[in-house]
């Protein structure tokens, strides 16, 4: 299983982009990247996923380098409501399903 | 998107006895799966259910402590036995979106073991 590698916590202020990068140097070949978001007291919510290149969504763009072995989650113009945990995951379907090992994650703290 | 609740959202219980904690998904699934968040802690793969046939579980768990069901494709239940102070955490389940790997998770049930 490819093990991530994650700051454990970041400070950002309103308006910001946050940019947090993730080393994952054993992904596989057919792994994806994925991150999710958790507020507290509450499950994890996808926001975005990749395999190579740029991926962009209404919330996040993802940034993949050629030999894979990193990624950054770009936040632009983060809000007080940003504020959570973010977990980057390299996905493992050898059992046929995706089967999610989360790391550590980053507490992002933004501020006024 | 999928939506998911589980039942209890949270509980306190006397050590050694057991928990059942279900969850229900608004639309049918393959694959659901069960974690447990300690406090201020990451999320750990508890085990995998697949509808029709045995859990799968992670290292570090077995079927005797967390049983779980999977009677259909929309429903799964963990059951926590046993129950010590150790136990005392947050299960969340969650589901696989087929061709996208993303998946969604239930708001979670918070147990305390006293």
């Known amino acids: 299983l490819a093990k991530t590698t994650q700051p454990i916590s970041m400070d950002s202020y309103e308006g910001q982009e946050v940019n947090i990068t993730c080393s994952h140097n054993?992904?596989?070949?057919?792994?994806?990247i994925t991150w999710y978001q958790q507020f507290p007291s509450q499950g994890p919510r996808f926001i975005i996923q990749?395999?190579?290149t740029k991926v962009t969504n209404e919330v996040a763009s993802l940034f993949i380098p050629a030999d894979r072995k990193s990624s950054t989650l770009s936040l632009p113009r983060v809000s007080l409501s940003d504020t959570a945990v973010y977990y980057c995951?390299?996905?493992?379907?050898?059992?046929?399903?995706?089967?999610?090992?989360f790391g550590a994650g980053t507490r992002l703290a933004v501020h006024p | 998107s999928a939506v998911i609740s589980q039942k209890p959202s949270r509980d306190i219980c006397q050590r050694g006895t057991s928990l059942t904690i279900q969850c229900q998904v608004d639309?049918?699934?393959?694959?659901m799966f069960w974690y447990r968040q300690q406090p201020g802690q990451s999320l750990t793969l508890i085990a995998t259910?697949?509808?029709?046939?045995?859990?799968?579980?992670e290292s570090g768990f077995v079927i005797d402590k967390f049983p779980i069901s999977r009677p259909n494709l929309t429903f799964s239940t963990l059951t926590v036995s046993n129950m010590s102070p150790e136990d005392s955490s947050i299960y969340l389940c969650?589901?696989?979106?087929?061709?996208?790997?993303?998946?969604?998770f239930g708001p979670g049930t918070r147990l305390t073991v006293l």
């Open positions: 639309s049918q699934v393959t694959m």
């Open positions: 054993n992904i596989a070949t057919n792994d994806y």
């Open positions: 995951l390299v996905g493992d379907r050898s059992g046929g399903y995706n089967k999610l090992i």
């Open positions: 969650s589901v696989e979106r087929l061709a996208t790997d993303e998946q969604f």
């Open positions: 990749g395999y190579k």
């Open positions: 259910a697949n509808q029709g046939s045995e859990a799968t579980y």
